[in-house]
């Protein structure tokens, strides 16, 4: 399968050059399914944290998380929300369904394998949605914040939470373009720049907030009516 930008659509600027498709997202789910909390569950929790943190604080009950993953965030979630979360790899999802049977406060309304770019949801579903480390790993992220819009409400929230690509030249620029020719293996784009995923409308309306460690992750929170 490859990825596919549908006519009229732009990737962005500072897109990757080398695009994932959603079966290069498949496979390499399938390989980080059993390790991933162990390997990236610990250097991700503060952004991750952060962010449901701002969704707790936020007056939205009906939450969307998109590329759910293994569920990190879920036992998270204050009781009194409700969430759906939506993920392209099954195998990130059973272990999601596995945490969610040991217990969470939130209700969780599904767990679903579907495709951030292209949700079965309709419109205004939600009050607010957020992708936790999934912005560089979707084939097509503009594509996926078109949907994020439109199935939260108007008036609610949208929240990122990323790496980003260094906005300067320097040690860890370099370092980043290094290691992108191997996004295909690891399953995201370490070169993955703001402008990518979000238009200059969005990119003026939105918050950032640096995360630990070392700031190499964003959290972004951005008025859904924000175009
Ligand atoms: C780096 S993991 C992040 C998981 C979780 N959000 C977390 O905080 O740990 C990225 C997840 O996005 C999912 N994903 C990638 N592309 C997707 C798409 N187009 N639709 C739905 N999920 C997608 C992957 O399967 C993977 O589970």
């Given at each position: 399968m490859s990825a596919t930008i549908r006519q009229g659509e732009t990737r962005g600027a500072?897109?990757?050059?080398r695009p994932l498709d959603a079966q290069d997202v498949r496979d390499a789910y399938r390989r980080w399914a059993g390790v991933y909390d162990s390997v990236f569950g610990f250097v991700s929790r503060p952004g991750r944290m952060r962010a449901v943190a701002a969704l707790n604080a936020l007056p939205a009950e009906r939450l969307l998380e998109v590329?759910?993953?293994?569920?990190?965030?879920?036992?998270h979630y204050v009781a009194g929300k409700r969430v759906t979360g939506i993920d392209l790899s099954p195998e990130m999802l059973a272990v999601a369904e596995r945490r969610v049977r040991e217990g969470v406060?939130?209700?969780?309304?599904g767990l679903h394998e579907m495709d951030a770019e292209a949700m079965a949801f309709p419109d205004a579903s939600f009050d607010a949605a957020v992708a936790m480390f999934v912005a560089s790993v979707v084939p097509n992220p503009r594509r996926m914040m078109a949907e994020m819009r439109r199935v939260v409400r108007p008036g609610g929230t949208i929240l990122l939470v990323n790496h980003f690509l260094a906005?300067?030249?320097?040690l860890r620029r370099g370092v980043e373009r290094a290691v992108a020719p191997f996004s295909r293996a690891l399953?995201?784009?370490?070169?993955?720049?703001m402008e990518t995923v979000l238009s200059p409308g969005q990119l003026t309306a939105a918050t950032l907030q640096p995360c630990p460690p070392l700031g190499i992750f964003t959290l972004v929170t951005l008025p859904r009516d924000a175009v």
């Open positions: 500072g897109a990757p050059a590329g759910v993953g293994t569920g990190l965030a879920l036992p406060a939130a209700t969780v309304e906005p300067h030249m320097g399953g995201w784009h370490p070169d993955f720049a």
